[in-house]
T-cell receptor, first 113, second 113 residues
């Protein structure tokens, strides 16, 4: 089955850029997502990228996909204290018309003032 | 409400008791998913519903776990004869269509003593 790996912890200073990395194993993964989970809350979709794309930018967020290396990254520019949360990478193919996503264990981002 | 609603938000039970966790998806969302989030383990897929049927139950960890969905809306996850290893946050997500974005509830935290 699919295996998704993320580093568990990242600490940055306010105003710096944050880069959260994710690797996956199944080359048939079609949809690649980044979710954010704040304390005591559910997961919120931040952004996503299709496997036929290399990059997607959305305001402070930039997603880069290297299909050859099966590597996905999320860059947050001008990181703010409100960005402190757990970030989950999720990947999956489309099977029989529905998505079955495999999530990584999450990267805890701590932003210090 | 506008979002996915789960109840109870917290449940403490004794080993061996049965528990029921409820998910009320966003109105009109046909797809419903249950995930389990354990400390340090990321999100584990449990079951997927399309309407009232469950085409993918592959993630249910044992026959003590069951789920149903009625009226294409509310879903109940039942855990019989709970064990300490069942302690986790159980997350429900819904989607407006097959292979669509997942909208997560805040989860039900289950603690088995």
């Amino acid at each position: 089955g699919e295996d998704v790996e993320q580093s568990l912890f990242l600490s940055v200073r306010e105003g710096d850029s944050s880069v959260i990395n994710c690797t996956y194993t199944d080359s048939s993964s079609t949809y690649l997502y980044w979710y954010k989970q704040e304390p005591g809350a559910g997961l919120q979709l931040l952004t996503y990228i299709f496997s036929n794309m290399d990059m997607k930018q959305d305001q402070r967020l930039t997603v880069l996909l290297n299909k050859k290396d099966k590597h996905l990254s999320l860059r947050i520019a001008d990181t703010q204290t409100g960005d402190s949360a757990i970030y989950f990478c999720a990947v999956g193919p489309i099977l029989s018309g529905y998505s079955t996503l495999t999530f990584g264990k999450g990267t805890m981002l701590l932003v210090s003032p | 409400g506008a979002g996915v609603s789960q109840s109870p938000s917290n449940k403490v039970t004794e080993k061996g008791k049965d528990v029921e966790l409820r998910c009320d998806p966003i109105s009109g969302h046909t797809a419903l998913y249950w995930y389990r989030q354990s400390l340090g383990q990321g999100l584990e897929f449990l079951i997927y519903f399309q309407g009232n049927s469950a085409p993918d139950k592959s993630g249910l960890p044992s026959d003590r776990f069951s789920a149903e969905r009625t009226g294409g809306s509310v879903s109940t996850l039942t855990i019989q004869r709970t064990q300490q290893e069942d302690s986790a946050v159980y997350l429900c997500a819904s989607s407006p269509r097959q292979a669509g974005e997942l909208f997560f509830g805040e989860g039900s935290r289950l603690t088995v003593l």
